[in-house]
């Protein structure tokens, strides 16, 4: 083949791989294993650049270890249900199934087209009954344990989509992502929680298992989700509505109670409509709440947003010294942590002191700073809130105690006296996955006028979704609206019964789809527990930074659920975790929305799969985001065609050349320069893909690599031809993980029979690792830190045989000339510096 022709190349290694069924594999014990794995993705459009860097590392890696000897698992499939899916099947007229399908063909044959290595006798869709029959039996298994209930929640409520929105989909204060003219509405309703709180404790303790596994930004993310807090509850008696039961308030500064100036409620506080009725403030406060409650403060915004409240014209009693507290409503306190309710001390809180400055409450201090000025309450810019760096005044009995002897005498006193105790809470709800949609899972019960809450029996999994459901978008669930599937009889005593028409949140469907690709076509359970053990945990996770809470968390959750019902032994699913940087265009990230997306299949069609590969590994590394540049992707281009030619050109005269049996004696100056080279490409790159993931600096050094091969040519003066196939077979198995098409091309070019999928990447011998030293390096000398001279010098040399050296350099000494030399610096084959006075 004379020119590279990437269509054809690609084509047809693409199908031998199928042929050879190269990328299935199966439980072997006799090999160590491998589970590579991008999270999986939502099938909707189409494919670009963007989607494909994710893919294409993964690839790498998987590659990388099938080489080494692993027994790799690297299985492909589809986030399939969705509020998008049936939103875009509404608005194109067709069955969210058709739509989604569709998609999953599309995407498939891009991934196909880029020579992923994947196990495609594994693929699952989260959509099709084989698959989310067992979402409904792990929700049954939650009922039966209590981790599954039904209560009333506040939501909230988009009345024209006629369903629950997340807080992300309430936009532009407080209107609905889908129809931006309607206000959203706070409502309560019924919903479906699972009790992700009961392993809050060890969702934060086995955070230690995944250090230095996971990026530690993540962990940071899930421990501050989670978010434990010690501290304790107290009762703030409402002083002028008798009867009223006490407003409980949770505070990890109980040592500051004697600074409170308010108790403050979150809007959606169940004693607020208590409190405003009746009083002076009723009407006006009404209008406030129901503001407050629609443009509802986001808890990562809360240190950012304008602190907005009204007083309740009542009054609560603080019970260390009977003090009355006014009663505020502000929207910066939140149900979802502690009690729903604080009490605000803005000398030594700074939301508190936002919010009491902008309403004119009182500021007092009740802890000083150990050194430096005393606080005045008058001349506070900001809050002093350093904990356990202060002792307590203006606090009665309790003055001169450290912060953390008062936070314990404190606590003891409230719960000797009945209005308190100590307490640890955690920032962590429980989750909620009602969702009054179509295209999600059922929920697997009935309601019986006789029995109430019937769960569905197992052998009547799954509960299949209807396929006449009309879909409209508005008037409530599209299941609620179709009798044939509402109408059922109790499994309990045979009567007339409702199906539940909330279907599961999706996060239920990405939870735990790594282990069904472990058993992907068992009918009998979820997946064979033999089969989990020895796939699991995941090896490596690749994913975007984006799923670093809820995904994650909600995996790691449903992992200890199958640990305590006998599927797996582990505490966490995944060992090592990488988040991926961003493809962008235009200094924003591709997206089809913002119409700067480069099509996948646009560039493969253009230059082939493998430029495309190549460029997103080389373009930047992998954990940094990458700007998208045609002449770069050109570059890339230029590359691969000039080490086909390269291999081209000798290929015909080395086919039937033996293989090299290496020997450092005897090689000319020629041959041992570029057998050096090659030597320590191979063992750094070696390093980039194993240690360090430097896909970039890999793909430099081979390029390197080939200017120094070229650099030599004619290679056939001076080079014998087994020498000449070493260094080529080199280039190409260094190359194979990146560009594997191109690289199957070579290695067969170079008259290897068998596909280089068999071949093992390369390790050297002792004297080959010899060899592949630097024999001179490049020393720079510095005197007082400025650089002064270079040296070329043998590599190794000790310190004793460079300062003689580096002294000797006229540059050097003219800089030290009658002066001492105090100290000296040296860095093994890199530095000398030298400190003179």
Known sequence: MAEYDPQQIEAKW?????????FETEVDPAKPK???????????????????????????????????????????????????????????????????NNNIAEFQRVLRRFGFSYDWRREISTCEPEYYRWNQWFFLRMLDRGLAYRKKSRVNWCPKCCTVLANEQVINGGYCWRHEDTLVESREIEQWFLKTTHYAEQLLDDLKELEGGWPERVITMQRNWIGKSIGARVKFAVADLAGLEPIEVFTTRIDTIYGASAIILAPAHPLVQKLIAGSLQEKDAEAKLARMRQASVKAEDLATAEKEGFFTGRYATNPFNGEELPIWVGNFVLMEYGTGAIMAVPAHDQRDFEFCRKYGLPIRVVVQPESGEPLVPEKMTAAFDEHARGKLVNSGPYNGLSVDEAILAMSAHA????????????????????????????????YCAKHGIVPVPDNDLPVVLPENAKLTGEGGSPLAATPEFVNTTCPKCGGPARRETDTMDTFVDSSWYFYRYCDPHNDKAPFDPAKARYWFPIDQYIGGITHAILHLLYSRFWCKVMRDIGLVKHNEPISRLFTQGMVQKGGVAMSKSRGNVVGAMEMAEKYGADTGRLYTLFAAPPEKDLEWSEESIEGAWRFINRVF???????????????????????????????????????????????????????????ELTNEIYAQEPLEEGIRPEIRKEILEMLTLMLAPMTPHLAEELWEMLGHGDGLWKASWPILAAAQKDLAQVEEVEIVVQVNGRVRARLKVAAGLGEAELIPKALAEPAVAQHINGKRVVKQIVVPDKLVNLVVA
């Open 14 to 22: 693409q199908k031998r791989w199928a042929e050879a069924r190269v």
């Open 34 to 100: 491998y589970y590579a794995l991008e999270m999986l993705p939502y099938p909707s459009g189409t494919m670009h650049m963007g989607h494909m860097r994710n893919y294409t590392i993964g690839d790498v890696v998987a590659r990388v270890k099938r080489m080494r000897g692993f027994n790799v698992l690297h299985p492909m499939g589809w986030d399939a249900f969705g509020l998008p899916a049936e939103n875009a099947a509404i608005q194109n007229k067709t069955h969210p199934r058709i739509w989604t």
């Open 415 to 446: 719960q000797a006296k009945g209005f308190g105790q100590r307490e640890t809470i955690f920032r962590l709800k429980d989750w909620g996955i009602s969702r009054q949609r179509y295209w999600g899972t059922p929920i697997p019960v009935v």
């Open 645 to 703: 030619r390269l291999v081209n050109r000798h290929a015909g005269a080395l086919r039937d050349t033996g293989s090299w049996n290496f020997s450092p004696q005897g090689l000319s100056e020629k041959e041992r320069e570029l057998v050096r080279a090659t030597y320590e490409t191979l063992r750094r790159v070696t390093q980039d893909f194993e240690s360090r993931w430097h896909f970039n600096s890999a793909i430099a050094l081979i390029m």
